[in-house]
């Protein structure tokens, strides 16, 4: 069947899943397949785990896909079956092809039962009686279809050759294995295939038929690989080169010397193609060769000749497995790659979603199913991810790909949070970790040993309850807590808990959810409900509050992350308010939120990059925003992140 592109725009499915990101550089596929770009369809009970034999797309945009049990239009959002007869209640079963003509008719070739036309205006399916020579084609079981560049229709039979139809449906040509000029190798016909010069190229159970447009020629290649072996699929790629699947292997035909190079399985190579039935060809936006199998998907880079199968990819094995059988692939104007398969229904790979990768399934799977409820993240200098959340200190090693949980206690807990939840991680100058729990307050780990140091007395009778921990340049460690700030000299062991005396302002009972340095070292601390603070010289506390008649202050005193550039700029992500930039110089506040762009308006986190962005996290996804200009982008399920809601401190 001739896979046909038109113009579109389908939007991406959407799925939920909540875990740790980070964010890809986007690359091309060689460099490795992520499994959060496969997506599974679960949206149609009827395409859960049946047979997908064609897809096609139309011009408005819509996904049409061709199974045992029906046709199914998609339109980015759900899915719909297209039925036959008065009442439109009859499917079409058995769909073996699908074309869509250059008049924007989609042919429909089925088992047992035919040829039928999809007119695209109406959606009415009308079934086409074809006769040649008193044999009624309308019967006989359609396994491909093609256009020529004159307009006629080619459809290729199971045992009965190729007729050929003028662009009225009438009968122009046949050919079969007993036509007086123009026969077959065989009558079974698996493919047929137009290329960008007008030929017809034929796949038959013995080898490769190619009629050429110009002479109105038929001709048969005689190589011994091609001749004696069943063709399943053939494929023209953007170099004009024509690739050849069989049931023994995958061939590319060398246009200067009119030969064929062959890959095959070799079961001491893990790089070589990983079955040797090739079911399905197609060539990505990248260049890359994706072939279908009756062992699962391979992705070839033409130049090194290395294929990317379940056997040299553990996501590709996970998300397709090994024993799939691939049975149509295409490729949509958005060069979103669509996977239909024997029995495990329809998938999808989409180079420009998910941008955002997932830690999953790679690592332990008891240790990662406590891996919920982040409330910190941080990177030491041995690229170990340290995660903190309800069930304990957990770490990732990015390359060997292990990963432990470290608990300060195995006792279970009725109180509100769990006894070993972790509010917030730091690593100081020294290298030294700090951990601050819910329950106890804050500790010093060793991660040689595994241990933690509590260091309850840093609170006398003050709550332990942490919300972050900051260090500063002086090697100074700020606590915030839900019962105000403590400044603390882990040198000499000196506390002190802060507040401002001479302004009757306590910071006492107050809490307190970040803590920032500027480039001047002025220290800056957010609260919830206490408005935006900071020291001033003579180490008083000062601050900013709403003020209603005052358009230039802060809008909000619900404060959860702070940080700065080097322009004296301070950006404040508030609880239900949005962004606030501050100018310092000239004591202004400024609103961004929603309707300037910001995907929510409540920032929990705010990161910078080296391009002057700032990546702010939010409780509807990921907001990128450049300071320079004050443009938005932002990022949500259908960029493949796979829960919108993020927490504060998990950044």
Not at 58 to 79: A, H
Request: no cysteine; net charge positive; proline share 1%.
């Amino acid at each position: 069947m001739r896979k046909h592109l038109s113009n579109q725009f389908v939007k991406r499915f959407k799925f939920i899943f909540l875990f740790v990101f980070f964010f890809f550089v986007k690359t091309s596929l060689l460099t490795g397949i992520n499994l959060h770009k496969f997506q599974h369809f679960t949206g149609a009970d009827e395409l859960g785990t049946i047979r997908i034999d064609s897809i096609i797309q139309d011009s408005i945009g819509f996904l049409w896909i061709g199974t045992e049990y029906g046709l199914f239009r998609y339109d980015g959002y759900k899915f719909k079956e297209l039925k036959i007869g008065s009442n439109e209640k009859t499917s079409l079963i058995f769909i073996d092809s699908l074309y869509k003509t250059k008049n924007n008719t989609i042919l429909i070739g089925t088992l047992y039962d035919g040829f039928y036309k999809l007119n695209l205006t109406n959606y009415t399916i009308i079934k086409k009686e074809i006769i040649v020579k008193g044999v009624k084609f309308s019967d006989k079981d359609i396994m491909a279809i093609t256009e020529d560049k004159e307009g006629n229709i080619w459809l290729g039979s199971d045992n009965n050759g190729i007729v050929q139809l003028d662009s009225n449906y009438k009968v122009k040509n046949i050919f079969n294995t007993k036509s007086p000029i123009n026969n077959l190798s065989n009558n079974h016909i698996s493919e047929l295939y137009t290329d960008s010069k007008g030929n017809i190229w034929i796949a038959t159970s013995k080898g490769i038929n190619f009629f050429d447009i110009k002479t109105k020629k038929l001709s048969v290649f005689k190589i011994s690989f091609i001749k004696n072996n069943s063709i399943k699929h053939i494929l023209e790629d953007s170099n004009s080169n024509i690739w050849i699947g069989t049931n023994k292997g995958l061939a590319i035909l060398n246009k200067d010397n009119n030969n064929f190079k062959i890959f095959i399985n070799k079961e001491s190579d893990i790089n070589s193609i990983s079955n040797n039935y090739i079911s399905e060809l197609l060539e990505d936006k990248y260049g890359n060769i994706w072939i279908g199998t009756k062992d699962g998907i391979n992705v070839l880079n033409p130049s090194s000749g290395i294929f990317k199968n379940y056997k040299t990819n553990d996501h590709i094995k996970t998300a397709l497995g090994k024993d799939t059988f691939i049975l149509s692939l295409f490729l949509d104007k958005s060069g979103i790659v669509w996977i239909g398969t024997e029995s495990k229904g329809l998938y999808n790979y989409d180079f420009n979603n998910n941008q955002f990768g997932v830690f999953n399934k790679n690592f332990d799977k008891q240790n990662l199913k406590n891996i919920k409820n982040i409330r910190s993240i941080i990177e030491d200098d041995k690229e170990k991810i340290w995660i903190g959340n309800n069930a304990g200190l957990n770490m990732i090693e990015k390359n060997s790909k292990k990963n432990h949980l470290y608990k300060i206690t195995k006792n279970s807990s009725n109180t509100y949070f769990p006894i070993n939840s972790v509010s917030s991680i730091l690593i100081d100058k020294s290298k030294n970790m700090w951990v601050s729990f819910v329950n106890h307050g804050l500790t010093k780990f060793n991660p040689i040993g595994g241990e933690f140091i509590k260091y309850n007395w840093v609170f006398d009778k003050l709550s332990k309850s942490i919300n972050t921990l900051y260090e500063d340049s002086n090697g100074l460690i700020w606590i915030g807590t839900n019962n105000g700030l403590i400044k603390y000299n882990p040198k000499n062991t000196q506390k002190q808990y802060l507040k401002n005396i001479n302004k009757n302002e306590y910071l006492l009972n107050k809490s307190v959810k970040t803590v920032y340095e500027d480039n001047s070292k002025t220290i800056w601390f957010g609260t919830l409900g206490g408005g935006l603070k900071y020291f001033d010289k003579n180490g008083k506390i000062n601050t900013y509050k709403n003020i209603p008649s005052d358009p230039n202050s802060i809008g909000n005193n619900k404060i959860l992350a702070i940080n700065g550039d080097k322009k004296r700029n301070l950006y404040i992500g508030t609880y239900g308010d949005g962004l606030y930039i501050f100018n310092m110089d000239k004591k202004i506040f400024s609103n961004l939120g929603i309707k300037e762009g910001l995907l929510a308006n409540t920032v929990y986190g705010i990161l910078t990059d080296n391009k002057n962005n700032l990546w702010l996290s939010t409780n509807k996804g990921i907001t990128k925003f450049n300071i320079s200009n004050h443009s938005f982008q932002s990022f949500n399920m259908q960029d493949g992140i796979k829960n919108n809601q993020f927490n504060a401190g998990a950044f």
